[in-house]
């Protein structure tokens, strides 16, 4: 991972970027920020990224200029008609499936990692989810799936940021106790800080649990 | 020759089966019913249970499709329809190579009543950017077209009645994107899809009287537009037939390319609300007025009038 990849210049970055068009989903890129700047860091080349909370586009493309792989061109670009979507589409570097709806990443996820089972290969996915977006029925129905198949090879990450698009997540819609709620749908829990350098240790560590899904709850303060 | 749909769906997924280790099938906990069944009997490696949760099914099956897989998700019509989104924002948006195929469609679920028999598929899958639709007609068109669906690369839709189809074919050759001219007519030609098909050439039997063409559109989407304008070019009247609702189905469909490209009458029969319970498949398709007999009048009635 480039030194380069400090929070505060990426924050700076992200913000200029958002600023043209009214802070679009800017508090919620700046929560995933951290996240993806882990997972990027742990990702084996075949291993899968799904960033099922696709608004936040803007801090995935803001990682992926400071790899080089988009340029400050690029950047600007961004919903403009030609330029880079809002939200992630298939195509992108590291992106395998369109988001842009909530809810879908996980069960996405539990595809191909089933796929790669079936195929005996060594392939982690990570998938992103947002809090707010875990009142999506649809993540309830997936995290089962993931534990009735013990799919060790999925892990997903909750941007734990305790908001959500039209207030706080507790008085939109109570997700505590998160842990326990993931426990009980068969899943290791994990819950830390959202600093990139506790959650890449954290993934490094999570690759010694064999026989069921993980998820890590990457808490802002 | 009474032959079914699921029978047919299930034993022809064995055959793909063996011949494409590729594919794999994906049952929202009614294997017993859709006949999906037999597939997990004869592979249960590439057999994945998802439970009584259509959203996430069709997901799971688009995170396959993106693994290289051939997913056949499968489940009743009316439920899968819940998973319309994610049939439209993961799968179709990606053109993903996820093949959805449904049973219980139509008035085929008829004990079941109302929740269980849908009759709006069609439409709802026709809509969608690069899904394309397919409605076989009997026991046979089923096992092809659904081979000839795994073949092709992209998103499909395969809408399957339960049991009870007349033997329409023996043995012919079927293409997706291709109607089937079954019978020559001049004053009314019938486009059918799916069970009505063979409704429709009962149909022309009993109007003696009149020069009666039958057609079986077993891809909605893309619709043959070809054969659909020669046949226009020849007959006086279109008829439509389908157990879906008239609005945005095979009538639909028919009558948006005959109005830009050769208007000509087009009656659209097929059903205009939800359905019923009945103990009695084929009773239930009178009352909406699918019956050969109430159609034979229906049809004879318009060809006066006109």
């Given at each position: 991972?480039?030194?380069?990849?400090?929070?505060s210049a990426?924050?700076d970055?992200?913000?200029?970027?958002?600023?043209e068009v009214?802070?679009?989903?800017l508090?919620?890129?700046?929560?995933?920020?951290?996240?993806?700047?882990?997972?990027?860091?742990k990702?084996?080349e075949?291993?899968?990224?799904?960033?099922?909370?696709?608004?936040?586009?803007?801090?995935?493309?803001?990682?992926?200029s400071?790899?080089?792989?988009?340029?400050?061109?690029d950047?600007?670009?961004?919903?403009n008609?030609?330029?880079l979507?809002?939200?992630?589409?298939?195509?992108?570097?590291f992106?395998?499936?369109?988001?842009?709806?909530?809810?879908?990443?996980?069960?996405?996820?539990?595809?191909?990692?089933?796929?790669s089972?079936?195929e005996?290969?060594?392939?982690?996915?990570?998938?992103?989810?947002?809090?707010?977006?875990?009142?999506?029925?649809?993540?309830?129905?997936a995290?089962m799936?993931?534990?009735?198949?013990?799919l060790?090879?999925?892990?997903?990450?909750?941007?734990?940021n305790?908001?959500?698009?039209?207030?706080?997540?507790?008085e939109?819609?109570?997700?505590?106790?998160?842990?326990?709620?993931?426990?009980?749908?068969?899943?290791?829990?994990?819950?830390?800080?959202n600093?990139?350098?506790?959650?890449?240790?954290?993934?490094f560590?999570?690759?010694?649990?064999?026989g069921?899904?993980?998820?890590?709850i990457?808490k802002?303060? | 020759?009474i032959?079914s749909?699921?029978?047919?769906?299930?034993?022809?997924?064995?055959?793909?089966?063996?011949e494409?280790?590729?594919v794999?099938?994906l049952?929202a906990?009614?294997?017993?019913?859709t006949?999906t069944?037999?597939?997990?009997k004869?592979?249960?490696?590439?057999?994945?249970?998802?439970?009584?949760?259509?959203?996430?099914?069709i997901?799971t099956a688009?995170?396959?499709?993106?693994?290289?897989?051939?997913?056949?998700?499968?489940?009743?019509a009316?439920?899968?329809?819940?998973a319309?989104?994610?049939?439209?924002?993961?799968?179709?948006?990606?053109?993903?190579?996820?093949?959805?195929?449904?049973?219980?469609?139509?008035?085929?679920?008829?004990?079941?009543?109302?929740?269980?028999?849908?009759?709006?598929?069609?439409?709802?899958?026709?809509?969608?950017?690069?899904?394309?639709?397919?409605?076989?007609?009997?026991a046979?068109?089923?096992?092809?077209?659904?081979k000839?669906m795994?073949?092709s690369e992209?998103?499909?839709?395969?809408?399957?009645g339960?049991?009870?189809?007349?033997?329409?074919?023996?043995?012919?050759?079927l293409?997706?994107?291709?109607?089937?001219?079954?019978?020559?007519?001049?004053?009314?030609?019938?486009i059918?899809?799916?069970?009505?098909v063979?409704?429709?050439?009962?149909?022309?039997?009993?109007?003696?009287?009149?020069?009666?063409?039958?057609?079986?559109?077993?891809?909605?989407?893309?619709?043959?537009?070809?054969?659909?304008?020669?046949?226009?070019?020849?007959?006086?009247?279109i008829?439509?037939?389908?157990?879906h609702s008239?609005?945005?189905?095979?009538?639909?469909?028919?009558?948006?390319v005959?109005?830009?490209?050769?208007?000509?009458r087009?009656?659209?029969?097929?059903?205009?609300?939800?359905?019923?319970?009945?103990r009695?498949?084929?009773?239930?398709?009178?009352?909406?007025g699918?019956?050969?007999?109430?159609?034979?009048?229906?049809?004879?009635e318009?060809?006066?009038?006109f």
């Amino acid at each position: 991972m480039s030194e380069s990849l400090v929070r505060s210049a990426l924050n700076d970055k992200l913000k200029e970027m958002l600023s043209e068009v009214n802070n679009f989903h800017l508090n919620s890129s700046i929560t995933c920020l951290e996240i993806l700047k882990a997972v990027i860091a742990k990702k084996r080349e075949n291993d899968v990224i799904i960033l099922s909370k696709g608004h936040s586009a803007p801090a995935f493309y803001v990682i992926l200029s400071e790899l080089g792989l988009l340029s400050e061109e690029d950047l600007k670009s961004f919903a403009n008609l030609d330029g880079l979507p809002s939200h992630v589409i298939r195509g992108l570097p590291f992106i395998e499936v369109s988001s842009g709806s909530l809810g879908q990443g996980l069960s996405v996820a539990n595809g191909i990692a089933l796929a790669s089972k079936l195929e005996g290969e060594e392939k982690n996915v990570y998938v992103i989810l947002g809090d707010g977006e875990l009142d999506e029925g649809q993540i309830w129905e997936a995290a089962m799936t993931s534990s009735h198949y013990k799919l060790d090879n999925v892990i997903a990450i909750v941007d734990r940021n305790f908001k959500q698009l039209t207030g706080k997540t507790e008085e939109i819609m109570s997700k505590e106790p998160l842990g326990e709620k993931w426990k009980s749908f068969g899943w290791e829990v994990f819950e830390v800080e959202n600093k990139a350098e506790k959650i890449l240790e954290l993934l490094f560590e999570l690759d010694k649990v064999k026989g069921k899904p993980k998820v890590i709850i990457a808490k802002w303060e | 020759m009474i032959e079914s749909f699921r029978e047919a769906f299930g034993r022809a997924l064995v055959e793909i089966g063996k011949e494409n280790e590729n594919v794999v099938v994906l049952d929202a906990d009614v294997k017993g019913s859709t006949k999906t069944i037999y597939f997990e009997k004869a592979f249960p490696d590439r057999f994945f249970q998802i439970g009584i949760s259509e959203q996430d099914l069709i997901s799971t099956a688009a995170g396959f499709a993106i693994a290289g897989k051939i997913p056949i998700a499968s489940a009743f019509a009316a439920f899968m329809m819940r998973a319309w989104e994610q049939i439209r924002n993961t799968v179709a948006r990606d053109n993903l190579n996820v093949k959805i195929v449904t049973t219980h469609s139509g008035f085929s679920d008829f004990m079941d009543g109302s929740s269980h028999q849908c009759l709006e598929d069609i439409a709802l899958m026709r809509v969608l950017p690069n899904m394309k639709v397919l409605v076989p007609a009997d026991a046979y068109a089923t096992k092809v077209l659904l081979k000839r669906m795994v073949e092709s690369e992209g998103p499909f839709y395969m809408r399957l009645g339960r049991d009870y189809t007349v033997k329409v074919y023996d043995g012919e050759e079927l293409e997706i994107g291709k109607a089937e001219i079954l019978r020559e007519g001049e004053d009314v030609f019938l486009i059918a899809c799916g069970f009505m098909v063979s409704v429709a050439l009962e149909v022309a039997e009993k109007l003696k009287d009149l020069s009666v063409g039958v057609a079986d559109f077993h891809t909605i989407k893309p619709l043959d537009e070809n054969t659909l304008l020669k046949i226009a070019k020849k007959a006086n009247l279109i008829v439509t037939l389908e157990e879906h609702s008239i609005f945005g189905g095979l009538g639909g469909a028919v009558a948006e390319v005959l109005s830009e490209r050769m208007p000509k009458r087009v009656i659209r029969i097929g059903t205009t609300e939800f359905g019923k319970s009945s103990r009695d498949y084929l009773a239930l398709l009178d009352l909406y007025g699918l019956s050969a007999d109430k159609i034979a009048k229906r049809v004879a009635e318009a060809v006066e009038g006109f």
